[in-house]
């Protein structure tokens, strides 16, 4: 079986020493805006499409990529991580349906969530502080990248 591959770009939204998380009613699990990239987009910039659809947000990236002298290129702000999740996996363990995706740090500069029409409601988003994120049931990469979101956008 061929395993399809998807690229997806997330972005953890920081806010006054909190990150922005949402229940995914479908997967039953919280996590933070993000979703596929179009064909015509980068993958920072899909982040940032999908944290202003889904929040209404403006979101500046948190982003310590060096410039490179390069005449006909330019440096793209690189991802803090890259994971790959299996998406579809089949009882005999075979993996129909995976996600590449490119994981951004970004702050905002409030928490007045409005999404555009069509995306999940406002209801359904939380901010959450380090201490919300250490005493919760969410996945355990979602703690780790939350927490590495709020200090680091606390540094920067």
Known sequence: METTRHFTATVYIVNEGAV??????????????????????????AGLREVREETGLEA????????VPAPAGEALPQPRHQMLYDINVHEDGAVGHQHIDHIY?????SRDIEPHDGEVDAEVWDWYDESDLRESDIDPDTVQFA???IDVVATN
Request: proline share 7%.
């Open 60 to 67: 500046e990236l948190v982003d310590e990529t060096d410039s």
């Open 147 to 149: 927490l590495e979101a």
């Open 105 to 109: 740090f970004a702050r905002v500069e």
């Open 20 to 45: 922005a998380l949402h229940r995914h009613e479908r997967l039953g699990i919280r996590i933070p805006p993000g979703g596929h990239i179009d064909r015509d987009e980068l993958p920072h910039e």
